[in-house]
């Protein structure tokens, strides 16, 4: 969604740290009971990488959003770095992935204003729309383009609760890292969907987590975003449910056959279907409300997937299906040059477009920004 919502910290009081646009930083990834980090560096034309790795921790460790219980994540961290990275990570400067379901955000058409204006319009805006009380919150907000009226642009605001950032800053503090960037985990993987060479047809960006689908328009930029209640782990109890069978029976069933053709295959399109038809009206309506909303009428032309739940079988095609639009996977590896280093697990690598997109952020620029 934004470039660098790491301008929330700062504004609340705390320094970035000096000079630190020449060093590198890596990506940290905190999932639903999973964790994920990556560094690279530019090489090339591409990206270089130096180290990855993911663990696991019990989920009840975060609640709302909340990391409640950070020395269980800290010690899932500190084994990953010991034993199970895959290269090295070299650098305690970390840009850190927030929890997009938790954030609140509003698209928000404006009169070309100063940049003290628009401050004052995006807080005006926030104390009018979202739903909580100011002081609770770290507020951040990007130009995202030109209206439908000539004469406007529209503004993206984000909001995230303090107790979630504080408690992402905490477990940062706790693990010796200097978090510089903070940013939600849909505006990580536009960030990497900028180098894609078809970055420039608007397009809608689908990450699919573990309890919720991530949906943004990217049209030079995130310009919209919202979260819909298509997680895969939603998507295994359904299957589980319909099919009879107990929770990891339903994930190798969802892993091997999906949606694609199998003897299966009415039962869990079934299961899938008030999941699914829930996320294709939001779909709709997000392209709908864009294309009404934008200034020069470009229209989106095309639907990417990403995340974990993107892996499903059969997924890409119910949406081509259904969306009469043309639908693919969104691989992290095809910008990336291994070296020396083992490539992502084929079933994995999708997952990976979080951690790489933050890992993909150039210091100079959060610095400059």
């Known amino acids: 969604m934004l470039k660098n919502v790491g301008k929330m910290t700062k504004n609340s009081g705390s320094k970035p740290p000096l000079l630190f646009e020449d060093k590198p930083l890596f990506g940290l990834d905190i999932g639903h009971g999973k964790v994920r980090v990556m560094q690279l560096v530019p090489f090339k034309r591409r990206l270089r990488l130096i180290g990855y790795g993911e663990t696991t921790f019990e989920p009840s460790a975060i609640h709302d959003g909340v990391i409640e219980t950070p020395e269980v994540i800290a010690e899932a961290i500190q084994g990953l770095f010991r034993h199970h990275l895959v290269g090295d990570i070299t650098t305690t400067r970390t840009a850190i992935a927030l929890p997009m379901a938790r954030a609140f955000t509003r698209s928000l058409e404006v009169p070309k204003l100063s940049d003290k204006e628009l401050a004052e319009a995006v807080t005006n805006e926030a104390e009018q729309y979202i739903p909580a009380a100011l002081e609770d919150l770290y507020i951040d907000y990007t130009r995202a383009g030109a209206s439908a009226e000539a004469d406007k642009n529209t503004v993206l605001i984000v909001a995230m609760p303090k107790a979630i950032v504080d408690s992402y800053l905490t477990l940062s503090r706790m693990l010796g890292l200097e978090a510089v960037v ?3 985990s849909s505006g990580a993987g536009a960030q990497l969907f900028a180098r894609d060479p078809q970055s420039d047809v608007p397009s809608l960006l689908i990450d699919f987590g573990s309890n919720s689908a991530d949906i943004t328009v990217y049209d030079r930029g995130p310009a919209v975003s919202g979260t819909v209640a298509c997680g895969s782990e939603l998507i295994t109890t359904a299957i589980a449910h319909e099919l009879g069978v107990t929770e990891k029976e339903a994930t190798l069933i969802k892993a091997k056959y999906g949606l694609g053709i199998s003897k299966k295959q009415t039962q869990i399109e079934k299961a899938l279907d008030p999941t699914l038809s829930l996320l294709v009206k939001e779909i709709k309506r997000t ?8 200034h020069d009428k470009r229209k989106i032309s095309q639907v990417i997937i990403a995340g974990g739940g993107a892996n499903m079988p059969g997924l890409a095609e119910y949406l081509t299906s259904n969306l009469r639009m043309a639908v693919r996977s969104f691989d992290p590896s095809i910008f990336i040059d291994f070296g ?30």
Not at 287 to 294: I, L
């Open 182 to 184: 903070l940013q939600t």
């Open 287 to 294: 392209v709908r409300y864009y294309e009404e909303h934008t």
């Open 340 to 369: 020396h280093l083992q490539p992502f697990n084929l079933t994995e690598r999708m997952s990976y477009v979080t951690a790489a997109g933050l890992a993909a952020i150039d210091p100079k620029e959060v610095f400059d920004a």
